[in-house]
């Protein structure tokens, strides 16, 4: 007996039933009243508040109805919808809030991970694989902390498995500002801890099911049909890796493929139980919050490093000695051998495609390659119609995000695989460094850093890009100089995005400065917080000087003493240093 409901078992086969629920009368569907909130406006992510924010009465549940409402019942009534999320606190209630609201709004079907994980990249495989009709929710603030007094995150994803585009998510914001009641079945309990099929009456619709399913399979299933596992396993027996999942989602994946399917020892991977709080890890791949990573990869006792975020879409990669692979090099390494990596073998040509902040080293592969390669503002969901149209197939972000086309979703075990696939395949010492090195030589570097001004003020984080934007006009063709170089501003803009495959325009999307060397300056107010503002500056710069590869901090310091100047960013936020400085 569950709830009101009594459950039925049928054995399907090892550990997985198909339950029938049989109730005294159908679920009854309650009409609530409700007042709108003013803020629930998507970011680049979907949602993000403070989990304190999410615990009002009605804010979830009004954020869900409005994202049904602007779908349209054409698509909710009688779909089949994707549900999962990171294991942060909050994700099991708000899960069964959403199967309540699931039931209530006429979705047939909703298959959704066992206790509620499943990490970004498999929502977005699921969806794909199973043609999911209403697409996905993912329950996730990402690579923000959880924990009661920290971040919860939802999004929603459309039926190619990818992020929500603008006009869906303002359309969500819309119907969010003038929300009056939403539906749900209260009495409905759903048993998410148990593999199988539960199927329930709803008065006045047809039956809801709800499938529970083991979330790493389809996942697992297409990584195998991705990679030769056979040749990385054979590169692992001699090649001894550290992969941390930061207590996030990725953990169970990582266990199914490094230690099941490519025979690691299972010490290879660590911190691999979904904590509600991360186990007070900040689950952000990078070199200030992947602390755990880098003092490991510092001993030099491991050849391969990769640490994932809280729900599985962002990596870093470290070689032997803490070599930091930045993300922006990581991209275009991939790119330029993509050709170990079988499911390439077997694709259709196609091309690449980077965020606008992205440093630029794979738009110097894409044209070695004689291939297109396409620049996006920032956030996943501008990759999508490319990739739907065949236009790219490999693509990333500076902000440790990279992937293909294989889903609709960045994904991090993924490119931990793809760099494995390489250096399997590479003759170039089997090292990240020699390959990262190597590739240098061949293409030169393009040095790039990001600093993030976290948690300044709202206020102070608009006057930072005012001051900025207001200048725009007047900086071209200005001369600046510092640390004895001098850059010549050539572009100045607000970057905006003509979509090539839909005509949808996107506008202002970070203020760029160009110079007339190609290096450049970008500043962003980001999207993927809860609470403040964060400021992030990006610094490119490029040279083909193998003399100064090894001299990171003295190619970018006299580019971002300029840029700190232009935006007299820290008088105004009182920071003498960046939060994060990648």
Request: net charge neutral.
């Amino acid at each position: 007996m569950r709830g009101n409901h009594l459950l039925q078992y049928i054995p399907l086969g090892p550990n997985r039933y198909l339950a029938i629920a049989s109730v005294e009368m159908a679920l009854e569907v309650s009409v609530v009243d409700t007042t709108p909130f003013g803020d629930q406006k998507p970011g680049t992510s979907g949602l993000r508040k403070k989990v304190k924010v999410f615990q009002q009465t009605n804010y979830l549940e009004n954020f869900v109805q409005s994202t049904f409402d602007a779908i349209g019942d054409s698509v909710i009534k009688g779909g089949h919808l994707v549900l999962g999320g990171d294991g942060r606190f909050y994700n099991r209630h708000a899960i069964a809030v959403i199967l309540q609201m699931c039931a209530a709004n006429g979705v047939a079907k909703v298959t959704v991970g066992q206790h509620g994980i499943m990490s970004t990249p498999a929502v977005s495989a699921t969806i794909r694989f199973l043609k999911a009709s209403a697409g996905g929710i993912i329950l996730t603030a990402s690579h923000n902390p959880g924990g009661p007094d920290n971040d919860f995150g939802i999004k929603y994803n459309i039926t190619n498995g990818g992020p929500a585009p603008e006009k869906i998510t303002g359309a969500i914001f819309e119907h969010s500002k003038n929300l009056k009641q939403y539906k749900i079945c209260k009495e409905l309990v759903v048993d998410i801890e148990t593999l199988g099929t539960t199927k329930f009456e709803v008065s006045g619709l047809s039956t809801f099911e709800v499938e529970v399913i083991d979330s790493c399979d389809i996942y697992v299933a297409l990584m195998k049909k991705i990679f030769n596992f056979d040749q990385i396993s054979s590169l692992l027996q001699s090649f001894k890796v550290n992969i941390d999942c930061l207590n996030g989602v990725t953990g169970p994946y990582a266990k199914r493929i490094f230690v099941k399917e490519l025979r690691c020892p299972e010490s290879s991977v660590v911190n691999s139980t979904p904590l509600e709080d991360f186990g007070g890890f900040h689950p952000d791949p990078n070199l200030t919050y992947a602390k755990s990573l880098l003092d490991v990869m510092k001993k030099g006792e491991h050849d391969f490093g990769a640490a994932f975020d809280g729900d599985g879409d962002r990596n870093m990669i470290l070689g032997r000695n803490a070599f930091f692979v930045n993300p922006n090099d990581s991209l275009a390494v991939i790119a330029a051998n993509q050709d170990f990596i079988p499911y390439f073998k077997s694709g259709q040509p196609s091309g690449f495609a980077r965020s606008m902040p992205t440093g630029a080293a794979v738009d110097l592969v894409a044209v070695k390659k004689q291939k297109k390669c396409f620049e996006v503002p920032t956030g996943w969901k501008f990759f999508g119609n490319l990739m739907d149209a065949g236009l790219i197939n490999l693509c990333g972000e500076e902000s440790f995000g990279t992937g293909s086309d294989h889903i609709r979703e960045k994904d991090g075990i993924w490119a931990a695989l793809a760099w494995l696939q390489i250096l399997a395949c590479s003759q170039e010492g089997k090292s990240v460094e020699s390959v990262v090195k190597n590739h240098w030589k061949e293409y030169g570097r393009n040095f790039f850093t990001r600093y993030d001004y976290e948690e300044v003020s709202s206020a102070a984080g608009s006057q930072v890009m005012n001051n900025v934007e207001s200048q725009l006009t007047e900086l071209i063709g200005k001369e600046f100089e510092s640390g004895g170089m001098k850059y010549t501003v050539n572009v100045a803009d607000n970057f905006s995005y003509k979509d090539p495959v839909d005509g949808s325009l996107t506008e202002k999307q970070g203020l760029r400065i160009v110079m007339r060397d190609g290096s450049r300056v970008v500043f962003r107010l980001s999207g993927t917080g809860s609470s403040g503002a964060t400021i992030r500056l990006y610094v490119d710069c490029y040279s083909n000087d193998a003399s100064l590869f090894e001299k990171e901090a003295d190619v970018l310091k006299p580019l971002v003493d300029i840029a700190l100047k232009i935006s007299n960013l820290p008088q105004v936020t009182g920071r003498a240093a960046p939060s994060v400085i990648t």
